[in-house]
């Protein structure tokens, strides 16, 4: 293997020999939240006129699943090797910035998608959602993924302390994936709190990615594609940045 792959076989390796933890809890708590907001509100709520409320809530929690593991994977393992001085071996092999980029972002979207076919595979049990669109998932789920893992190296990066990584994932990617449309539609909101869902970038990736469930969304999937690449390419070009000047990994 290249350098980035044995890079990227060893953070792959990292989260699947804890399995348990890294992917299991997540799909259980997925499926806690499918059965509690299912079983409240299943009967009570319908969605782009047809779709029932259970069914509705799927791709988002399979998004959601994506995107928070997805920033996990590649944000714990930098500030666990900070702290605990392994980083230092990374530090000495001759990889370069961008085999470090691929190798985190890749592992990142592996166990981002992993965990989110896990979710899908336990709620469609519960419901029988099918595809209309697939291309459409695969596609919003890898650039997601993508996204939430070059954001985690970010945080990675810029923390020296756990209780610093909590904060940015509670304060910033919590917030913002609960208030992307996972569990309502924003036309339900007010006209002032729809506006503020429009400046959410997790908003377009969750809309875009259940396009492919119902063929349905709040906004066109084009307009949903053309942002979230766009904030791709500008976060991943700062990661990159952050990675070839070594920002709080060099002495």
Do not use: C
Request: glycine share 10%; no cysteine.
């Amino acid at each position: 293997m290249t350098g980035w792959q044995t890079l990227l076989y060893k953070e792959s390796l990292r989260f699947w020999k804890v399995g348990f933890q890294t992917v299991g809890a997540p799909v259980l708590t997925a499926v806690l939240y499918l059965l509690i907001f299912g079983h409240v509100l299943e009967g009570k709520a319908t969605v782009y006129g047809s779709v029932n409320y259970t069914s509705f809530l799927v791709p988002g929690l399979v998004m959601m699943s994506v995107l928070q593991n997805a920033f996990a994977n590649s944000s714990s393992s930098l500030i666990q090797s900070k702290i605990m001085g392994s980083l230092v071996f990374v530090l000495l092999t001759p990889l370069s910035h961008w085999d470090w980029f691929w190798a985190y972002v890749g592992s990142a979207v592996a166990r981002g998608l992993l965990v989110g076919a896990g979710v899908f595979a336990v709620t469609v049990v519960f419901t029988g959602v099918g595809f209309v669109a697939p291309l459409w998932i695969i596609v919003f789920a890898v650039l997601g993924a993508a996204l939430l893992g070059s954001l985690g190296i970010i945080a990675g990066l810029w923390a020296e302390k756990f209780d610093q990584m909590a904060a940015f994932q509670n304060f910033v990617i919590m917030p913002m994936t609960f208030l992307s449309g996972v569990f309502y539609s924003i036309h339900s909101l007010p006209p002032f709190w729809q506006t503020v869902s429009h400046l959410n970038p997790f908003f377009y990736m969750i809309d875009g990615f259940r396009y492919g469930f119902f063929g349905v969304s709040d906004v066109s999937p084009w307009l949903s594609l053309g942002i979230v690449g766009s904030a791709l390419i500008v976060v991943s070009a700062i990661t990159v940045n952050l990675l070839r000047i070594g920002y709080k990994i060099r002495g």
